[in-house]
T-cell receptor, first 116, second 118 residues
Framework: AQTVTQSQPEMSVQEAETVTLSCTYDTSESDYYLFWYKQPPSRQMILVIRQEAYKQQNATENRFSVNFQKAAKSFSLKISDSQLGDAAMYFC?????????????FGKGTKLSVIP | GAVVSQHPSWVICKSGTSVKIECRSLDFQATTMFWYRQFPKQSLMLMATSNEGSKATYEQGVEKDKFLINHASLTLSTLTVTSAHPEDSSFYICSPLGVGMVSNQPQHFGDGTRLSIL
C-alpha cells in the first residue's frame, strides 16, 4: 500500500516571502506520479504541480516548484513570493498505474495562511 | 471553462432519504470515475472506482449497498447515498479519468457536493 505523509498540519508565511511545504511518501513502485493540489475555502481541487518519478528534473510552475528526492521519497513544495490568494489547504498526492488504475492517495493536508 | 460538472453542490435532507449526486465530464469521455469523500478538516478518501459499463470497485470499509454507483455512459456517473443518516454527512467529490488521459493522470475534479443529513 502507498502512504503519503504531510507532517505540517498548519503553516504560515508573510506575504511576498517563501514557504516550503513538506511531503514524504512510501511505495515499492518505481514508476509513479506525485502531485500537489490546492483546496481553497471553496473546496475546489486545483492542481498546482505534477512530477513524474522517472524525471530527475524538478517540476516548476511559475512561483511554485518542487524538490523531488526520489531516494529519500520526499516531495516538498516551495511557494515563492507568496500571495494572499495562496492561502488554502495543500494536499500532496501519489498515483501509480497499479492494477490499471490511477487513483490518487492523498496526504492529510497542510493549511497555509498568508499574513498580509 | 469547467470540464467536470457535479450536481447538486449542496443538499440538505432528512434522515432516511436517498440522495443522488451526478458527475458529468463535459468535453471528454470518462472511462473511469473516482468518487472521494472528505470529512471536515480531513483529507480526501477514495470511496470507489467505477469503469464505464462495469460494476464499481469499493474501498475497504465502504458499504456498496449504501453508496450505489452507476457509470452507464462515458460522460455521466452517479453516486446515490441510500437511506442517508447523519453520519453520511460529508463532502463528496468526483474525479473522472478520460480516454487517453492515462499518462496525464486524473487531474480533473468536480466542484463537490456538500451533503447534510438532518
Amino acid at each position: 500500500a502507498q502512504t503519503v505523509t504531510q507532517s505540517q498540519p498548519e503553516m504560515s508565511v508573510q506575504e511576498a516571502e517563501t514557504v516550503t511545504l513538506s511531503c514524504t511518501y512510501d511505495t515499492s513502485e518505481s514508476d509513479y506520479y506525485l502531485f500537489w493540489y490546492k483546496q481553497p475555502p471553496s473546496r475546489q481541487m486545483i492542481l498546482v504541480i505534477r512530477q513524474e518519478a522517472y524525471k530527475q528534473q524538478n517540476a516548476t510552475e511559475n512561483r511554485f516548484s518542487v524538490n523531488f528526492q526520489k531516494a529519500a521519497k520526499s516531495f516538498s513544495l516551495k511557494i515563492s513570493d507568496s500571495q494572499l490568494g495562496d492561502a488554502a489547504m495543500y494536499f500532496c498526492a501519489f498515483s501509480y498505474s497499479g492494477a490499471g488504475s490511477y487513483q490518487l492517495t492523498f496526504g492529510k493536508g497542510t493549511k497555509l495562511s498568508v499574513i498580509p | 471553462g469547467a470540464v467536470v460538472s457535479q450536481h447538486p453542490s449542496w443538499v440538505i435532507c432528512k434522515s432516511g432519504t436517498s440522495v443522488k449526486i451526478e458527475c458529468r465530464s463535459l468535453d471528454f469521455q470518462a472511462t473511469t470515475m473516482f468518487w472521494y469523500r472528505q470529512f471536515p478538516k480531513q483529507s480526501l478518501m477514495l470511496m470507489a472506482t467505477s469503469n464505464e459499463g462495469s460494476k464499481a470497485t469499493y474501498e475497504q470499509g465502504v458499504e456498496k449497498d449504501k453508496f450505489l454507483i452507476n457509470h452507464a455512459s462515458l460522460t455521466l456517473s452517479t453516486l446515490t447515498v441510500t437511506s442517508a443518516h447523519p453520519e453520511d454527512s460529508s463532502f463528496y467529490i468526483c474525479s473522472p479519468l478520460g480516454v487517453g488521459m492515462v499518462s496525464n493522470q486524473p487531474q480533473h475534479f468536480g466542484d463537490g457536493t456538500r451533503l447534510s443529513i438532518l
